[in-house]
């Protein structure tokens, strides 16, 4: 089965410093896309970063950025410079070539203190 | 452009009886996911649509259904309802692709009594 997991339930970090955000996936497909979301409190769900498993390069995108280790399968998430409109569930997720849907982790909660 | 809508925002029902949700996607998005999203299990996969046609479904039982018209607006019914589909429920369009970039509305939260 093709899972996503993310192990930190929880993650808090002070503003203006940096937090990574860890997720591992389990895939035998040779082509997909890993995304982080992210779902601030009452508020919709937007993307933070794509990736495409073929590109070498980790996506940034300001002061996100993804560490993408494709033989590890892990993918996490950095952000630096937290700002208190970071605090958010963010979530990773992967779509295969073989499915129509994204298989997504359980989420981190992040808090950030002031 | 406006961005994926969802209704009613808020609902509340009583167990057995039936529900239908509404999603309108952004223009031109020919693709929409359903997910259900709770405290304890995450998000989970409904079924997406593409182009009035059901592609994928998850692991939910027969009282969840839904469909795509001809405009990609999207419907989803729950019937019999119990007290465990209490949740929200999201709407996601894409262009097309499962691969390109979801675009959530703002959910529809369901409480059943």
């Known amino acids: 089965a093709q899972t996503v997991t993310q192990s930190q339930p929880e993650m808090s970090v002070q503003e203006a410093e940096t937090v990574t955000l860890s997720c591992t996936y389990d895939?035998?497909?040779?082509?997909?896309?890993l995304f982080w979301y992210k779902q601030p409190p009452s508020r919709q769900m937007i993307l933070v970063i794509r990736?495409?498993?073929?590109k070498q390069q980790n996506a940034t995108e300001n002061r996100f950025s993804v560490n993408f280790q494709k033989a590890a399968k892990s993918f996490s998430l950095k952000i630096s410079d937290s700002q208190l409109g970071d605090a958010a569930m963010y979530f990773c997720?992967?779509?295969?070539?073989?499915?129509?849907?994204?298989?997504w982790g359980a989420g981190t909660k992040l808090i950030i203190k002031p | 452009k406006a961005g994926v809508t969802q209704t009613p925002r808020y609902l509340i029902k009583t167990r057995g009886q039936q529900v239908t949700l509404s999603c309108s996607p952004i223009s031109g998005h020919r693709s929409v996911s359903w997910y259900q999203q709770t405290p304890g299990q995450g998000l989970q996969f409904l079924f997406e649509y593409f182009s009035e046609t059901q592609r994928n479904k998850g692991n939910f039982p027969g009282r969840f259904s839904g469909r795509q018209f001809s405009n990609s607006r999207s419907e989803m019914n729950v019937s019999t309802l119990e007290l465990g589909d209490s949740a929200l429920y999201l709407c996601?369009?894409?262009?097309?692709?499962?691969?390109?970039?979801?675009?959530f509305g703002p959910g529809t939260r369901l409480t059943v009594l």
């Open positions: 997720a992967c779509a295969y070539d073989s499915n129509y849907q994204l298989i």
């Open positions: 990736q495409e498993a073929y």
């Open positions: 895939t035998s497909e040779s082509d997909y896309y």
């Open positions: 996601a369009s894409t262009l097309g692709g499962y691969t390109d970039t979801q675009y």
